[in-house]
């Protein structure tokens, strides 16, 4: 069995696939100081619940933007499960990789890029509701083409919190009207139509610079809430990040 470790900035995700078959998966709050018998505990507890075992996993792929965690991911997997794990670079993805800098590009932009590739149809723009909010692009050819990092939607509400004091911590969620008649509804509306019209405005940019028609897929907590409401977003896939990394996998299996 292969155990699929997706490291983002605010959570970690483990997912556990025999074949090509995705038996389950598992969320943490990324830590950077969490040690490797910290994982351990939590996966011998949630395996613990899907009756399994750590001595059924064969292989481990990490995928990363976190690389304070590489350390103890990396000792999790040599000192618990016996495995020295596939890290995902720009090196072994097998993507081309058409920007300026590729090995500035975050781990989790390229895995989502390969998910897209060999799931769905090109050209195509992945819509990423993250820590950040980011919108990769996969030209005609299949290639990674770069992209768009813009404040996620979550760190915007933070900031309005923490610089304005007189405004409150609020949720996301979509208000019945535009137009706030309280302090809460103002806020609601700026943040949730203030990031539909941006995510709207950045997808026609993006259109226009191809001069294509382009599939657009979004994932991340935030996808479907967005998707609902935004006529651009086409389809949502809330696993397509572990698609990307068992993709991966397969192509250095290869």
Request: a negative charge; hydrophobic letters at 45%.
């Amino acid at each position: 069995m292969l155990l699929a470790i997706d490291t983002g900035n605010t959570n970690t995700v483990f997912a556990v696939f025999k074949g090509d078959t995705l038996l389950d998966n598992w969320r943490l709050q990324t830590e950077n100081a969490r040690s490797a018998d910290e994982y351990a505990v939590f996966l011998q507890q949630v395996f613990a619940l899907a009756e399994l075992e750590l001595t059924d996993i064969t292989d481990v792929i990490v995928g990363s933007v976190v690389p304070e965690t590489d350390f103890h991911i990396k000792r999790l997997c040599k000192k618990y499960l016996k495995i020295e794990p596939v890290c995902v670079s720009k090196d072994n993805v097998p993507i081309d990789i058409d920007v300026d800098r590729p090995e500035d590009v975050g781990a989790d932009r390229l895995i989502n890029a390969v998910a897209v590739q060999d799931h769905y149809q090109c050209p195509a723009v992945v819509l990423d509701f993250g820590t950040a909010t980011t919108f990769d692009v996969i030209n005609a050819e299949g290639h990674y083409a770069g992209g768009v990092i813009a404040p996620g939607v979550n760190l915007s509400i933070n900031a309005l919190h923490q610089a304005a004091s007189k405004l409150p911590r609020i949720s996301v969620q979509k208000p019945d009207t535009v137009i706030g008649k309280s302090t809460r509804h103002a806020m609601h509306s700026g943040i949730f139509w203030g990031y539909a019209s941006m995510i709207e405005g950045i997808l026609a940019r993006i259109k226009d610079e191809l001069n294509d028609d382009v599939f657009v897929l979004a994932t991340g907590g935030l996808a479907p809430l967005f998707a609902a409401h935004i006529d651009a977003i086409q389809a949502v896939d809330e696993e397509l990040t572990l698609k990307g990394l068992y993709k991966i996998y397969q192509s250095q299996k290869s």
